[in-house]
Each structure stands twice: as C-alpha cells, then as structure tokens.
C-alpha cells in the first residue's frame, strides 16, 4: 500500500510570492491534514480537510489555504511569503477504520528568500 | 485548551539499556494517545496509540508505552535500545471529538554504541 506523498520535495520562493504545495492521502482515507514544522516552533496544525470541505484550520492567517479535490488529494496554498513561512510542511491522512490515527507524508520543505 | 510536554529534550541512552521518553498531557475528557518518530529529514512515522482498555501499549519496532490517567502521562519505553532507535520522537493527543493533532516539542533520542 502507497503512503502518503507530497510534492514538490523542496521548493524555493522569494518573499511577496505564492507558494503551492500538494499532497496525496493513502488510498481510502478521505481526509487529510497539514501541519507546519518550524525551527524553534514544534509542529503545529494548519489544516483539515474532509470529503472536498475545510472542517477545521489551526492558529494561522487566512494567507494559508487550501483545497481538496474530488479524488481527496488535497493542496496548500501560501500567499504573500513571509521569511518565517520558512518551515516543512507536513501532510497527513487518515480513515475512519482506524480510529482517525494519522500517517505522515514526507513533506515539503519551504524556503522563502 | 489541550497540551502535550515532554520535558526532555534529549535523552541519551547506551545501546543495549532500556529506555524512557517521557509524555505528560492536559486535556478535557479522555484524549486519544500517540507516539511517532521523526529521522532526519524525514516525516513522521506511527509508533504507536492509545485509545481505550489495557493501560500498556504496545507498537512497532519493539517500542511500548504506558497510559496513566491519575499522572496524566503516557511515557515511551523500549526494554533494549537499538542504536537505530536514536532519532525525534514526538508524543500527541487528540481530545474527543477534535481531530487535529496537538503535539510535544519532541524529544531527540541519542543511542551511544
């Protein structure tokens, strides 16, 4: 069975630029999550999407979005960087079968310039 | 609000001994219970949960951990230390009835041959 994988693996953007970043939940499991891991700051919740609609997002500004799509794949947007946008980005799923316990992609690593 | 500490922020162990990471959690009600494990550049990987019934836990790669209400903890343990155990690990909770993760600052596990 495939884990989840995101893309791109790194991805380089000036400040003032949007980022995109995806993610491919492990087959089954409808919804996915997105968690920021920055230096100093742990890892913290950003996002939780189920079949297609947001249910829930974290403590951060409305420059961080998102969708899922009909196929539940899911996609992080970053608007207007900011240099501590600088942080990986982690993307997860999970399924009802198992309690909602989450499995982690290998995430993406932001670097704003 | 919830919230996970781990009070450690390394342990270092020789190979071979067993090992402890401790979690303590604050949460309403009766969370839910995870350990997972980080190697470098890398995502995270289950270890292991807790969600009801036997206080002992027991997950991949020989690790275990103990819940225990009346302390609020949920401390990792493996009986021998492997010198590829040394890596991030990193307790969570989920409270009832959210799904976002909320998790420890993470505890680096250093395994001296």
């Known amino acids: 069975e495939a884990g989840v994988t995101q893309s791109p693996t790194h991805l380089i953007k000036p400040s003032g630029q949007q980022a995109t970043l995806r993610c491919s939940p492990i087959?089954?499991?409808?919804?996915v999550y997105w968690y920021q891991q920055a230096l100093g700051l742990g890892l913290q919740f950003l996002l939780w999407?189920?079949?297609?609609?947001?249910?829930n997002r974290g403590n951060f500004p409305p420059r961080f979005s998102g969708r899922q799509f009909p196929n539940y794949s899911s996609e992080l947007n970053v608007n207007a960087l900011e240099l501590e946008d600088s942080a990986l980005y982690l993307c997860a799923s999970s399924s009802a079968e198992t309690y909602y316990e989450q499995y982690f992609g290998p995430g993406t690593r932001l670097t704003v310039t | 609000a919830q919230s996970v500490a781990q009070p450690e922020d390394q342990v270092n162990v020789a190979e071979g001994n067993p090992l402890t990471v401790k979690c303590t959690y604050s949460?309403?009600?009766?969370?839910?219970l995870f350990w997972y494990v980080q190697y470098p550049n890398r995502g995270l990987q289950f270890l292991l949960k807790y969600i009801t019934g036997d206080n002992l836990v027991k997950g991949s790669y020989g690790f275990e951990a103990e819940f225990n209400k009346s302390q609020t903890s949920f401390h990792l343990k493996k009986p021998s230390a492997l010198v590829s155990d040394s890596a991030l690990y990193f307790c969570?909770?989920?409270?009832?009835?959210?799904?976002?993760?909320?998790f420890g600052s993470g505890t680096r596990l250093q395994v001296q041959p």
């Open positions: 969570a909770v989920r409270p009832p009835g959210r799904r976002a993760l909320t």
């Open positions: 949460v309403s009600g009766n969370p839910y």
């Open positions: 999407y189920d079949e297609g609609e947001e249910r």
């Open positions: 087959s089954g499991h409808t919804s």
